[in-house]
């Protein structure tokens, strides 16, 4: 599942981290035309990496902040105490995936 590509109402979501039985997507900067793949301007993962640092709005200062220290709360941004949606089985529809077997290699 994590490796999947998720298309919600025409956005483009990618599995970035996983912890129990969840899985957190993240929305991509492409969106779905019915056909293709097109890229855009969204919040790109780097704004959101600072968003979630509590020392992101201090410029140089998120570099210097250690790695354990950073994944703690990157972890506790994800918490499951934060509202958001949840979808029964029901609602998701499964598509196979689209291969140009023309230049498969």
Sequence with gaps: MASKTF??????YRAFYSKEDNTFLVKTNETWSGKSF??????????????????????GKEQTQPMAKWASRFSLGLSTSAPGFRLDREQIEFKDDIVNETNAK
């Design 38 to 59: 097109l890229l855009g301007c969204q919040l790109r993962v780097v704004r959101c990496r600072s968003w979630n640092s509590s020392t992101g709005s201090i410029p």
């Design 7 to 12: 298309v919600i109402c025409g956005s483009v």
